[in-house]
């Protein structure tokens, strides 16, 4: 003990020591930081979360530190993940006198990678959960997703989940929300402790075993079979939407639109096709008659400027056709919430001459909003500093880009009508203007949630860049500019019967004229 200037006394060895101790802590949490995966688990921004606070919010069960679980509609589910705990353990140790051990086992596992597993998450809201309860959580909600996960790979009924009005399916949004994620080594560790009698002869390691029981429940089969070159390992998976983004952004960047022939229904697709140009035909001497007279506030250049993406309803009358993106003739059919991006996601490809635009499917229902939603807060959050490498690098913006782009496609209702007669874009509850104004509204919202990934510039440089600049080119050339103000102003109802009556007729009646002046000549 020492003494300082007047009546104070500071006590050397004690202070210096609790400095030591924080000093260490610190610098232990530190490199678990700089170890840590660049994928780490944060709450989503307050600009985002304000407008769109439900979709990133469990409505069933809270995975994690980030959400309160004592809120009155998560209680029912903590109470669940206790007899899923006894569930999953009684799968290898039927006997409840070995239960004991195995939990003591499950919380050993954890309580050695406490720290790491702290780590993995932005947020210091959680600082004051205690050592004991933070493992006790890791244990819980990691056996609770493994149980849930082999039980739907295994067919088991679930009878205290399906009790609750949408259990299920609530499940599956909340276990791949942003905030409601655990670290994947956890459920690595936990599954390589356990026994699982059901799949031991399969050979699978743990790790692998895991990685397909996921891919399994969220796209079925395809998911499952997926090859393991398209995939990071396990060792490389910060959680399970680390995965499912991987995953449902890996089948675009092989697939390519199959060959015209072998399309469904490509014979009667060839004739329409031909019998749609026979009818332009005629409509096409209209086009230098009418442009000229057409006010200059109603020509494309007055609402559209160079560096302008048309919409979908104007890229058609600039001769584009929407196709869905087809998967193989061999694929098999996608299960799981990942069937509401269609069979390829995100594929976006223009070909056929540069006419023919493929889009993947969408499905619109309320598990759509949250899954892109979140989708883009994973990649918003990815850190541009990767921790193993030390180098910088280009964050994904392969969704963000995704909606963007749907954003300057679908800007009105008649836009909405295009992509629904293409089948490009669904939705539950019939296709009446409200309906169509509803998937605009909804594309809208993507829109400005890839805003804050970068916007516009965000899109110039992702794999649409390319695109992009192909469609401007076309909105740029005269013929298809001319040809489209014509269409907008003049070929809709009534105008669309009139004009096309008197150009069939003009163009039948000048085919006639001309084969009797060359009789009458010959």
Sequence with gaps: MAGGGGDITVHVELLAHSLMRKQEGAAADEQHRATASSHRLSRVPVHLRDNNANDYTPGFVAIGPLHNREDRRLRPAERLKVAYLNGFISRGHPDPAHHLT????????????????????????????????????????????????????????????????????????????????IPFFVLVDLIAASRLPEFEATGYPPPVLLVKLVLFYLAGEKGRDMSDDALPAADGISHILHLLYEMV??????????????????????????????????????????????????KWSASYGKEDV??????????????????????????????????????????????????????????????????????????????????????????????SFMAKMLQSAEDAGVLSAAEVVQQQGGAGNESKDAVARFFRKMGAASEAAGGELLLEKSYLGRLLEKLRERSRHPLYVMWADVQRNYFTLPWAVVVEFVAVVTFVSSMVQTYTSVKYHG
Aim: aromatic share 6%; hydrophobic share 45%.
């Design 102 to 181: 195995v939990i003591q086992d499950y919380v050993r596992i954890v309580a050695a990678r406490e720290q790491e597993a702290r780590a993995m998450y932005v947020s210091e809201e959680f600082a004051d959960i205690g050592a004991e309860d933070f493992i006790q959580m890791m244990v819980l909600d990691g056996c609770f997703i493994i149980e849930h996960l082999v039980n739907v790979a295994t067919g088991r009924e679930e009878p205290s989940l399906h009790a609750t009005p949408f259990g299920p399916v609530q499940l599956s949004v909340d276990l791949v929300l942003a905030e409601n994620q």
């Design 249 to 298: 952004t890996a089948a675009r960047t092989r697939w390519e639109p199959p060959p015209r022939a072998i399309q469904d229904g490509a014979v009667m697709e060839m004739a329409q096709e031909a019998a749609r140009l026979l009818r332009r035909i005629p409509l096409l001497l209209f086009v230098p008659l009418l442009y000229p007279i057409l006010p200059e506030d109603k």
């Design 310 to 403: 048309p919409s979908a309803s104007d890229l058609k009358r600039m001769g584009v056709q929407f196709k869905k993106a087809r998967g193989g003739s061999g694929s098999k059919p996608v299960v799981g919430i990942t069937s509401v991006l269609g069979p390829v996601p995100f594929a976006v490809k223009l070909t056929q001459h540069e006419d023919r635009l493929h889009l993947p499917q969408l499905r619109l229902e309320f598990r759509t909003a949250p899954l892109l939603l979140n989708l883009m807060a994973f990649e918003q959050s990815s850190s541009s500093l990767s921790a193993a490498t030390k180098t910088t690098t280009v964050a994904p913006t392969v969704v963000s880009a995704y909606a």
